[in-house]
């Protein structure tokens, strides 16, 4: 398993705008040597909000794509906004839980952590929203992980509105690889690498990172939930571009979509946006 020890502020990088060069021809003395161009992490981003909106028109989108390898970003727009959850507030809540056993979890915990984060079983997560003390989970969370901009849902009872940013999901995913004990971050992959194409709502969770980057390995935790004002789909997760770069690079779209906008719309937005990624991810 990788580590992520290497993701840290984006301060160190001067070519934080950039993130590779156009291929530069072999010369020989004497021609002329076109000058490479840079490729801005914000135009990346501006290029798959585009493809999103115009499957989806007035969505509003969040993203943070970083390498963990360095920890330079790769692609980020409105990374510091707050969306709403839907269940990649899962990912805390399997935390808070193995943190509360001292991350010795019995077997039948930790076949239910499995289970919530592959199959996004939000009846799994109710409960164990309820045992963790609902809305203390977030506190206790955003507290051992450092996130800044993760707040409690209003309405405790509702897990899936707590409120996140890009930045944040990206927080919690290098705190999953590095910080977490072995077993709780060899549980938690595994779940998400074995996520199920059909989640236990019967929705299909493939959208965004799984259905977009075809051949590259993943690692997911995808989002959805429809409220009386806005659609929510997020997809969130770790990508191996190849078997020699395990996790290398952390994916983050968040989005909120027109009220009534269907899974399969809402989805396919989101994967024409990720899609883009291929030619970066690399």
Not at 129 to 158: C, F, H, K, Y
Request: hydrophobic share 40%.
């Amino acid at each position: 398993m990788i580590s992520l020890a290497s993701l840290a502020p984006r301060a160190l990088a001067t070519s934080r705008d950039q993130i590779g060069f156009d291929q530069v021809p072999e010369t020989t003395p004497g021609t002329t040597v076109i000058a490479p161009h840079p490729i801005s992490v914000t135009a990346i981003a501006q290029q798959m909000q585009a493809a999103i909106q115009a499957a989806s028109p007035g969505t509003s989108v969040g993203i943070d794509v970083v390498d963990t390898t360095t920890g330079t970003p790769v692609a980020s727009l409105n990374a510091d906004q707050q969306f709403y959850t839907a269940s990649v507030v899962k990912l805390l809540i399997a935390l808070d839980t193995l943190k509360s056993q001292d991350w010795q979890p019995d077997s039948d915990t930790a076949d239910r952590v499995s289970q919530m984060l592959s199959t996004s079983d939000d009846d799994i997560a109710d409960a164990l929203w309820d045992n963790g003390g609902n809305d203390a989970i977030i506190d206790r969370m955003v507290s051992t992980i450092g996130l800044t901009a993760t707040t409690a849902p209003e309405d405790t009872a509702q897990w899936g509105e707590t409120l996140t940013t890009p930045r944040d999901v990206v927080s919690i995913f290098h705190y999953i690889t590095t910080a977490a004990p072995a077993s709780a971050r060899d549980l938690i992959l595994g779940a998400l690498h074995d996520a199920s194409e059909t989640a236990a709502d019967g929705t299909n969770q493939y959208f965004g990172i799984p259905d977009a980057l075809t051949g590259a390995s993943w690692a997911v935790k995808q989002g959805w939930m429809d409220l009386d004002s806005s659609t929510t789909l997020d997809t969130t997760g770790l990508v191996s571009p190849s078997p020699d770069q395990p996790y290398r690079y952390a994916v983050v779209v968040l989005s909120t979509q027109p009220a009534g906008t269907s899974w399969s719309v809402a989805g396919t937005a989101l994967t024409a946006g990720v899609q883009l990624l291929h030619a970066v991810l690399k």
